[in-house]
């Protein structure tokens, strides 16, 4: 015999020294985490972050050095009818007196009427770092509530931006308590299900657990080599549950099928290492190189999810070849307690073979009997299902698709509309010599002259156009509000009016100037432009690299080339689904959000890669045992018919519980999260079922021995290790061809 496939002797060397392999998985997972904790987190910066035009205003804002203190707002308005202006007056009066009390309050403003009268602005600066103004916002909220029970004749109400970053976070923190709440019960019921045993259910859970610890501590020392965002630790956890579950799940199950076949737990183990381990290996190196992908987007986001996901799907691979089979041989017959006795008797093997299941042949026999037409109205239906994603818009969700469920939501509301220049604004930045600086004041406060007479934008509060200049003169900044919502027509409008006409035209004669307009819209803007030019080169490389590894594990050209397109079809599939939902209203009572008519920017480029990694689970998964029994010299109809009968339990659960996990996302509040979570779950569940038991059985079945056609230099030498011939698919599955 050759020497053994490195899977099977790491595999061989944890079953056989349980108690060292598992005391190295602990060390390892509590020095990655008390490293990463000891080296701390290295945020990436706004220069790290900046995308397009947007970017290099943001970019010139920070080189003028400016003192931007946090700032609050008390608004006085009418509970009904018009505002008393004796009353608003001593309302404000009162809320300044009491606020000039507060710790945390630098300065109070003079009182501001909006030019209805029907509101009353009190502006107030906060001290300290603008940063954590949201963590100290509360006393001054609790200020202002006493102002209102002073004055319940008014509407007393403090409106600003650590207000809403604070009612945003207690939101958010609330949804993520709950998701968390709920995931791991959740994930832990379905897997009692297929397994019908605790321990057997718990072990996945622990892997995938254990591999998130480990790869947050090691993102947090990558984070000195590529900087994280805030969103890093919320993608690890979720991909490292989503795969460490699935690692786990395809190796236990192939392990104790072994077993029950008489199999020894040593050679059960082994077994499992040559066929399930083989298989996490490619399906994990399939997800390094999608996730891998996005460090070509050139983006500091992308790049930190890049880093995380690649880590946690690293570790997970490594757990499931080491720590898993210790545990299995530790365990031996033990992982099969304490038992579920109804779950038991329906997943228990019987005289050394798995209970065969009966719904899955049933959907199988359009695919073996008919592959043509099963596969071209398969086709059609996903084809049909993905047209939609031909109109996909992108933009950034707004302060308008914040829940309106927060007292200061509902504030802002009522503070945009009494005075619109506090709402969506455009930031006009300009860096020009110093000598230069009154030329500029003078182009800039003739632009602020311009935009006040158009009704794209909106006219300044108050005696005119703030313009901010820097100590050294060389950097000038103007705020150009526009009464129109983040993302409507008219707000892109305005900032076009402002890029291609007014900034060029009032500033563009100025020797040695350098401008450009920011601000929530051209972020907006200017990001989705930076997806939809990214999109394609991510794909190539994602398409590219994975079609070799397929092709070079499966030594089949034809089998890598399938794997794409089914893929593809799946995340077009995913994609149309996303438009249809969200793109429209029909299902806004059904889910609970508010349609953006836009699937968020950064959604597509994301959705894509982690959709190719992981539905490549499966498919390596299946067609590992359709491969297996080829083989071992088993016809290929019968080969797929076995192969995706034997598979058809272990993915189902894998499938649910990521379907079951993702569509807790869409439960929360922020439509980013609902459009991420019923985006990953519907495409599972498309992958899972149509992609895998129609649509791959009828090519599988059409093409015949053409599945395995490869170059010679890519051919087999010599057959696989023997591994006992799979029993024979159910007669009604193959028939006659």
């Known amino acids: 015999m050759g020497r053994r496939p490195v899977t099977v002797r790491l595999a061989r060397w944890s079953a056989e020294h349980p108690w060292r392999a598992i005391a190295l998985w602990v060390v390892f997972v509590a020095v990655c985490f008390v490293g990463g904790s000891a080296a701390g987190l290295n945020e990436a910066t706004d220069e790290d972050q900046a995308i397009g035009e947007f970017g290099q205003a943001q970019l010139i804002v920070d080189s003028g050095g400016f003192d931007r203190p946090a700032t609050e707002n008390v608004l006085i308005t009418a509970r009904s009818g018009s505002l008393d202006q004796a009353a608003a007056k001593a309302a404000a009066q009162d809320a300044a007196d009491r606020l000039r009390q507060v710790d945390g309050v630098a300065s109070i403003g003079t009182p501001m009427p909006s030019r ?131 690692y786990s799940l395809f190796y236990v199950r192939r392990e104790r099928e072994e077993r029950a076949k008489g199999r020894s737990g040593l050679d059960a183990v082994e077994i499992a290492a040559e066929t399930s381990g083989h298989a996490v290996v490619v399906s994990g190196t399939a997800v390094i190189i999608s996730m891998g992908g996005l460090l070509l987007a050139q983006d500091a986001i992308f790049s930190s999810l890049a880093v995380g996901s690649i880590l ?41 073979q798995p209970a065969r299941p009966r719904f899955w ?38 302060p308008e698709d914040v829940p309106r469920t927060t007292a200061a939501m509902q504030a802002y509301d009522r503070l945009t509309a009494a005075f619109p220049s506090n709402g969506t604004s455009h930031t006009v930045a300009v860096r020009a010599p110093a000598e230069q600086a009154d030329r500029v004041r003078a182009a800039l406060t003739d632009l602020a002259g311009r935009t006040a007479a158009d009704p794209l934008f909106a006219p300044a509060e108050g005696d005119g156009p703030e313009i901010q200049v820097s100590a050294d003169r060389r950097v000038s900044v103007l705020e150009v509000a526009t009464p129109h919502a983040s993302r409507s027509d008219e707000a ?55 079609f070799l590894v397929m092709a070079w594990t499966f030594r089949s050209m034809v089998v890598a080339l399938t794997s794409i397109v089914l893929n593809l079809l799946s995340a077009g599939a995913a994609y149309g689904l996303l438009v249809l939902v969200f793109q429209s209203t029909w299902a806004e009572g059904l889910l609970g959000f508010t349609s953006m008519d836009a699937i968020v920017t950064w959604l597509p480029l994301f959705l894509f890669v982690v959709l190719f990694g992981l539905s490549m689970d499966y498919h390596v998964f299946v067609v590992s045992r359709i491969r297996e029994a080829v083989d071992r010299g088993m016809p290929t109809r019968e080969a797929v018919a076995h192969g995706i009968t034997s598979s058809a339990g272990v993915v189902t659960s894998a499938a649910v519980v990521m379907v079951a996990v993702f569509s807790i996302f869409a439960t929360l509040s922020m439509i980013d999260f609902k459009q991420l979570g019923i985006g ?35 051919r087999r030498r010599t057959p696989t290790p023997a591994v006992e011939p799979p029993p024979a698919p159910a007669p009604e599955l193959v028939g006659a061809r």
């Open 312 to 352: 946690v799907v690293a570790v997970a691979v490594i757990g499931s070849l080491t720590v898993l089979p210790a545990l299995l041989a530790k365990l031996g017959r033990w992982v099969d307690r304490p038992r579920v006795p109804l779950l038991w008797r329906l997943t228990a093997s019987r005289d050394g």
């Open 116 to 246: 209805d009268g029907s509101a009353l602005l009190v502006p107030i600066t906060m001290s300290g770092d603008p940063g954590t103004a949201g963590d100290r916002v509360q006393p001054l909220r609790d200020t202002t509530a006493k102002v209102q029970d002073a004055h319940p004749q008014l509407r007393v109400e403090q409106v600003g931006g650590p207000s809403i970053d604070k009612a945003l976070d207690d939101t958010l923190g609330k949804d993520f308590k709950r998701a968390e709440l709920l995931s791991l019960p959740v994930t832990l019921a379905i897997l009692i299900i297929a397994f019908g045993a605790l321990i057997a259910a718990g072990v996945p859970v622990l892997l995938a657990l254990s591999s998130v610890a480990a790869a947050m501590g090691l993102s947090t020392l990558a984070s000195h080599l590529v900087p994280a965002t805030d969103t890093t630790a919320s993608v690890i956890l979720l991909i490292g549950m989503a795969v460490g579950v699935d």
């Open 361 to 398: 042949p049933a959907v199988l026999k359009p695919a073996l009997r008919a592959p043509v037409a099963t596969l071209l109205i398969s086709v059609a239906l996903l084809l049909a299902l993905a047209a939609p994603a031909l109109g996909m818009k992108l933009k950034f969700p707004g």
């Open 492 to 546: 892109s409008r305005s900032l076009h009016e402002l890029r291609e006409d007014l900034v060029p035209a009032t500033l563009g004669g100025i020797p040695g100037v350098e401008y450009a307009v920011g601000g929530g819209v051209a972020a907006s803007e200017d990001y989705a432009a930076h997806i939809w030019a990214k999109l394609p080169i991510v794909a190539a490389f994602v398409l590219a690299l994975t």
């Open 680 to 714: 990953l779950a519907a495409a599972i569940l498309l992958d899972a079922t149509i992609i895998r038991a129609v649509v791959l059985p009828s090519v599988m079945t059409l093409l015949g021995d053409a599945n395995w056609w490869a170059p010679r230099f890519m």
